[in-house]
């Protein structure tokens, strides 16, 4: 399972921590204007009934110590994801304690160690209302802080699952898609062992060998194309054993090719198809398999097959499936089709560069 982050952030670190994430949360717009809107009027009244030069500073320094240090420490005392439990009323007395010294040492202490005179926002009636602001308002930025952080872990650790049962549904069809292919397989050889017991046992060697290449495709989510183009020579070579008159092999695959990873044997049921309801229902012919790059770097795959395209066969999983594991694996990004040709059937399948890399392959269970 891909891992996430915990709720809990330490006080500083390189990657986040209170102090980065409370500086983040206040600059967001929707926290930014209100305390704009709270501070300047505030910053404009202490210089209007302030004789001295110093007071619009320690306003600033005032409300930016309290936007600041009044969230931060209730975060750092309380955190969310903590139940309250024994020892709460201890840390209540260190909040207090906070304001109080943040309060007082800029508010009452500052001025008096520089020499600042009165100000409006000093006098004591004043204090006492930032000290009440600075226990109330931190408690209420830093729950809100809090709740919106843990609102977006949850949807990044939704995010992740979703992408990890997506790959986990990835793996479940290409699970599927080996039988898919080794049943039919099977079959032929099986008539082929009744008619041609020496073609019977150069299709099962050849069979053997494509099987171990496809294992090698067990806990991946993409391999190279050069391997996925080896997979469907080996398919046309393996039906080229019974009858080599059947059909006629045309190629027009870059070499070398393009250095591409790829979803393990996406291709290889479309060709499977191609071979199964061209060729091997007695439509001799030729069966054209193209591999090209776009000049942005995706893959365009052409397979032509002699015998017209239906439409979707009831109960057919195939090319759902193969559907179904590039929508996994791109998105809306990739393209298939496959259509009437004529007297022929094409299947084009657009493959981009990028393939969803984000979760961990998921292993099969043993």
Request: charged share 20%; aromatic share 6%.
């Amino acid at each position: 399972m891909a891992a996430v982050p915990s709720s809990r952030l330490p006080l500083v670190g390189p990657g986040g921590g209170i102090l980065r994430s409370t500086v983040r949360a206040l600059l967001v717009p929707r926290r930014a204007i209100p305390i704009a809107l709270v501070v300047v009027p505030m910053t404009i009244i202490q210089d209007a009934y302030s004789r001295d030069p110093g007071a619009v500073p320690i306003a600033l320094f005032l409300c930016g110590s309290f936007l600041l240090v009044a969230p931060m420490s209730w975060r750092a005392l309380f955190p969310i994801d903590r139940p309250i439990g024994a020892g709460a009323l201890g840390r209540v007395v260190v909040y207090a304690g906070i304001g109080a010294a943040v309060v007082f040492g800029v508010g009452w202490l500052m001025p008096l160690v520089l020499g600042i005179g009165r100000t409006f926002m000093t006098t004591s009636p004043s204090l006492a209302v930032c000290l009440a602001l600075f226990w109330v308002g931190g408690w209420g930025l830093a729950r809100d802080i809090d709740l919106e952080e843990n609102l977006r872990r949850a949807r990044a650790r939704a995010e992740a699952l979703a992408r990890e049962a997506d790959h986990a549904q990835l793996l479940a069809l290409k699970s599927h898609l080996d039988p898919h292919f080794l049943f039919n397989t099977l079959n032929a050889i099986a008539e082929w062992c009744r008619a041609d017991g020496l073609v019977a046992e150069r299709a099962i060697l050849q069979l053997s060998s494509m099987l171990r290449t496809m294992m090698t495709a067990i806990g991946t989510t993409t391999w190279p194309l050069a391997r996925e183009v080896e997979l469907v020579d080996a398919l046309f070579a393996l039906h080229a054993i019974r009858d080599p008159t059947l059909f006629t092999v045309e190629r027009d695959v870059p070499d070398p090719l393009p250095n591409v990873e790829v979803p393990p044997m996406v291709l290889l049921p479309l060709v499977e198809n191609a071979m199964k309801h061209g060729p091997l229902k007695r439509h001799k012919g030729v069966v054209r398999f193209v591999v090209k790059e776009t000049e942005g770097g995706a893959i365009d795959v052409e397979i032509a097959n002699p015998g017209t395209y239906t439409g979707p066969r009831a109960g057919g999983s195939g090319l759902p499936i193969v559907e179904k594991r590039l929508a996994l694996a791109y998105g809306k990004s990739a393209r298939f089709e496959i259509a009437a040709d004529g007297d022929r059937t094409r299947t084009s399948v657009r493959l981009p560069r990028a393939v969803d890399l984000s979760v961990p392959s998921v292993r099969p269970p043993a």
